[in-house]
């Protein structure tokens, strides 16, 4: 599973993260927790900027300026966000952010009356917190000596007499100043619960991306059967463990060729020839006992194991019914197809004790059938013996 299908589950979040920041784990992961902040940010803004609406007649002055300003700060976010989606530039929009807040909270400090008397000052904790947030460690310490040094400017202006605004009206300072605890808490809570949140999501997404590259590497991704590797490791085993069974039970490997198949790739192309693999893959699989297995070699070939044979009439039995199973007609796209099957089966420990010689014997044994078509043969030294007059 790639990030970029990964991320298209996030929904709104998604929508405004550009392609360019989908191939980097830790790139996306910055990016969403910038789009998620923003989102709730322009949301608690506009929540704002009603609430101040509704209360113009008791603040007044006041309330128009806090409209005005919540307003011009979520058009602002906004096109940030639209921004990051059509170009892209998230380190640039993270610098934007914390740039802007601030900026709004040095304003703030200074039209409430200063550093030590506005109301203002506890909510430059915020930049810090968020550029932290936005861009890691070393971005977190640029703007936190960026906010302290603001913030001394400001009390520096303060001890030399500069005056300072305060357009707090005297009978409201405590609500206002309640407000202004309550934004604070509003501004730092969202940025813990999303970068948490993000956290944990992109943790369970490299765990699943994790498995599934172990997953790739030992299994076909059409089939989803074991590859060659896997099979061999699995037949190497088989065979180690054949020591602690009875010696008249032999291990069957067989390799299955298509009949066929080429034509239907070339005539309804390679969907229609995945979707015959993935049909025959099936069918070989229901077929199988617990103690089998079978694999995708690759191509339109399968290995198949079969354990705890008794004798070939055994084999005789499994072979003619994988051949059955994969001649009966498929319906893709409403054509109906058929292939047939090759088979060769060489036996572990009649025909050779080694892996490498008995996978050759298989396939020795295979290509005799692809003489015939829609056969089985077991392999026998006469075989390799024709091969070699060959």
């Not at 949140?197 to 299994?219: G, P, V």
């Amino acid at each position: 599973m790639t990030r970029a299908v990964t991320d298209e589950k996030m929904g709104l979040i998604a929508y405004f993260i550009h392609d360019s920041l989908l191939d980097d784990h830790d790139t996306l992961y910055r990016a969403r927790i910038l789009v998620s902040i923003v989102l709730i940010y322009t949301i608690v803004l506009a929540v704002v900027a009603f609430g101040l609406s509704i209360s113009k007649t008791i603040f007044e002055d006041s309330a128009q300026m806090g409209i005005g300003l919540c307003s011009s700060i979520s058009i602002a976010y906004i096109l940030l966000l639209f921004d990051l989606k059509f170009t892209g530039h998230l380190e640039a929009c993270s610098h934007i952010i914390v740039f802007a807040a601030i900026a709004i909270v040095c304003l703030g400090i200074f039209f409430t009356g200063g550093p030590s008397q506005g109301i203002a000052s506890p909510l430059l904790a915020v930049p810090p917190i968020m550029s932290a947030c936005l861009l890691g460690k070393k971005g977190g310490i640029i703007w936190t000596t960026v906010s302290m040094t603001c913030f001394l400017v400001l009390a520096g202006l303060e001890y030399c007499n500069v005056p300072f605004a305060n357009s707090v009206d005297p009978n409201f300072e405590n609500e206002t100043r309640l407000i202004v605890i309550v934004i604070g808490y509003i501004a730092i809570i969202p940025l813990v619960f999303v970068y948490e949140a993000i956290t944990i999501r992109l943790r369970k997404e490299r765990d699943e991306e994790h498995e599934r590259y172990i997953y790739l590497a030992s299994h076909d991704e059409l089939t989803s059967l074991p590859n060659r590797t896997k099979f061999k490791d699995n037949l190497g085993q088989t065979i180690r463990n054949k020591e602690r069974r009875q010696p008249s039970q032999q291990i069957a490997l067989a390799f299955l060729d298509l009949d066929g198949f080429k034509p239907i790739n070339d005539l309804y192309g390679h969907h229609a020839g995945d979707e015959v693999l993935k049909h025959i893959s099936l069918r070989i699989k229901q077929s199988l006992r617990e103690t089998d297995m079978v694999a995708r070699q690759g191509g339109d070939e399968f290995s198949i194991l079969w354990d705890h044979i008794q004798s070939e009439d055994d084999i005789a039995a499994l072979a003619e019914k994988i051949t059955q199973l994969v001649s009966l007609p498929i319906a893709i796209e409403k054509q109906i197809v058929q292939v047939t099957g090759s088979l060769g089966i060489a036996l572990y420990p009649k025909h050779s004790d080694n892996i490498d010689e008995l996978w050759k014997f298989a396939d020795i044994a295979m290509y005799q059938s692809k003489k015939d078509k829609n056969s089985w043969t077991l392999y026998s030294p006469s075989l390799l013996n024709r091969l070699d007059k060959i």
